[in-house]
């Protein structure tokens, strides 16, 4: 009866984790057609530079205030060893440049040049099957038979969402080689950093882990434009009211909520859990579209179903992904 009360208590901690992981994939999927208005006039490396100037902003200005609560540094962090505190800055590296300096260009030139709806495809159903494998890999993470039939269900109730049942739309006809490229390296750039973030939480504080994160991916993201001469584009994109608004709701929404989110549900689910989310932001995209008045087909609002009812399964009671 203990050992089962103690369960129980486990099970709904983790519920508050659950809901706020549905908060940051609402965020998220409204963020594709955010960056669609606004790749129209500024270019990805722009929208990427300043959405990370803002965010490392943020983080700067509360870290006075989360290491006075206690958030910033965990209680034996000082007593890590060389060795220890290498590996932690390790992933705190790889998570920068997988998370921030190289995914925010990738993804926005993605969307850019093959479309929200593909750009979207490829991060929300390659990501969860990539974080398994990784998950299985090196957390030791399996997948029981529901959590299994979830994913799959879940991939076709996404395949669903974004093709409206026609398979024919997944051929980015006007992109070229480098924006299928683009797309591709999404999925693959969200589960390296997934993976280098949980790894992270082993040393230090989901707050700290993320802000150190989007500071290595700011300094990435400056040199980029630096050496592209992208700098001179900054300006230009100022001028425009939308930016600002845009650049509001990706920074504040997606980035500092978003990204803390994520990590603090990583530090506290099994990773594999946490990537199955993904599958939503789909469903979410499509949503804020019809809000725009575009016409959402029969197969959409299946997909969508499918998708909700399979999110359930994998993740009822903890059932569904086991470590």
């Known amino acids: 009866m203990r050992h089962q009360a103690e369960v129980n208590n486990i099970h709904g901690g983790s519920r508050v984790y659950y809901v706020a992981l549905t908060m940051v994939i ?22 990427a530079t300043w959405r990370a100037f803002f965010t490392s902003g943020i983080f700067l200005a509360i870290q006075p205030y989360a290491k006075i609560r206690g958030w910033w540094q965990r209680v034996n962090s000082g007593k890590l060893s060389p060795r220890h505190r290498n590996r932690s800055t390790l992933f705190i590296v790889i998570a920068g440049l997988s998370g921030v300096g190289f995914y925010f260009p990738v993804q ?11 750009a979207a495809l490829m991060v929300c159903l ?3 099957v990539i974080i398994i494998g990784l998950s299985a890999l090196i957390f030791k993470e399996r997948v ?48 390296t950093f997934s993976i280098s973030s949980k790894k992270a939480h082993e040393f230090e504080t989901p707050l700290k882990t993320i802000a150190l994160t989007m500071h290595v991916g700011t300094a990435v993201l400056v040199l980029f ?3 592209s001469q992208d700098v001179v584009n900054w ?89």
């Open 126 to 128: 390659g990501s969860p």
């Open 26 to 47: 609402i965020v998220w999927g409204g963020s594709f057609l955010v960056i669609g208005q606004l790749v129209a006039f500024a270019t990805p490396l722009t929208i």
């Open 235 to 323: 300006g230009v994109a100022l001028q425009h009211p939308v930016f600002h608004l845009g650049m509001l709701y990706i920074s504040l929404g997606c980035s500092v909520y978003g990204y803390f989110a994520w990590n603090v549900a990583l530090s506290k689910l099994p990773a594999g859990s946490v990537g199955s989310f993904l599958y939503v932001e789909p469903f979410i995209t499509v949503f804020f579209a019809w809000t725009r008045g575009q016409f959402i087909s029969p197969h959409a609002i299946l997909g969508g179903v499918i998708v909700f009812f399979s999110l359930i399964l994998i993740t009822r009671t903890g059932k569904g992904m086991k470590t």
């Open 144 to 191: 029981g038979w529901k959590g299994g039939v979830g994913l799959l269900l879940a991939s076709f109730g996404a395949l669903l969402i974004i093709t409206g049942g026609d398979l024919s739309t997944l051929t980015p006809r006007s992109s070229n080689f480098f924006g299928n490229l683009l797309v591709l390296l999404t999925p693959v750039l969200w589960s």
């Open 225 to 227: 434009s630096l050496i």
């Open 108 to 118: 926005y030139g993605a969307v850019e040049l093959a479309g929200p709806s593909i």
